[in-house]
Structure formats: structure tokens, C-alpha cells
Nanobody
């Protein structure tokens, strides 16, 4: 069955780095785009980044540009989110999700499977 499992979260200080991993199974990664979203307490889930299934086209939200980078290892069926220069406003639960294509990548309702999330807490 389709599964996405996030890992790599933790408690870090402002200015630190973390690398999140989304380990996928049950489908062909090259056929789907994988996106990262985050949700802070009391806030709506927001899109962070996405990488396409093929050609490695990627998108990054304005709030993360210049600090976050998305990549994938197809052989390991894993998508990574490298987060540098973390800020307190980056705190939240980070989820990865699967969708067909890259259009409207920031619309969470277009994703059909999600992982359970990994907590990222950045202390100032």
C-alpha cells in the first residue's frame, strides 16, 4: 500500500539546520510529485516545497526561498528537505504528500496521500 513516512525533525536553535526525509513506498516515485507542507499550532497547513516526479522540477515557497532546498534519491525512494538558517516561525509539524503533476502545487487538497508528520521546533 502507499505509504509516506517523515523523519528528521527535532528541537534546534535559531540559525541551525535540519534535513527532513520522506520515505515512500507502494508506488513509483518517478510518477508522482512530492510536496512538503507544515502546520504551526493554531494555523492552517501551508505549502513549503515540491519536487516533480520527473526532470526534478522544484518549487519553494517565498518564506523558504534561499534557506530550504528539496531533493530526492530515486533509488532510495526518498525525498529530502534541507532546511538551513532556521527561524522560530519555521516551527511546526512537517508533512510530505503525494500528487499527480506539479500544477497548483501549493493546494493541499490536490494531494491524495500524506505522511503523519515530523515535529520541527526552533527556539529563538
Amino acid at each position: 500500500q502507499v505509504q509516506l513516512v517523515e523523519s528528521g525533525g527535532g528541537l534546534v536553535q535559531s540559525g541551525s539546520s535540519l534535513r527532513l526525509a520522506c520515505i515512500t513506498s507502494g508506488f513509483t516515485l518517478e510518477h508522482y510529485a512530492i510536496g512538503w507542507f507544515r502546520q504551526a499550532p493554531g494555523k492552517k497547513r501551508e505549502a513549503v516545497s515540491l519536487i516533480s516526479g520527473g526532470y526534478d522540477v522544484s518549487f519553494v515557497a517565498d518564506s523558504a526561498k534561499g534557506r530550504f532546498a528539496i531533493s530526492k534519491d530515486t533509488a532510495k525512494k526518498t525525498v529530502f528537505l534541507q532546511m538551513n538558517d532556521l527561524k522560530s516561525e519555521d516551527t511546526g509539524v512537517y508533512f510530505c504528500g503525494r500528487k499527480r503533476g506539479t500544477a497548483n502545487w501549493s493546494s493541499g487538497e490536490l494531494y491524495d496521500y500524506w505522511g503523519r508528520g515530523t515535529q520541527v521546533t526552533v527556539s529563538s
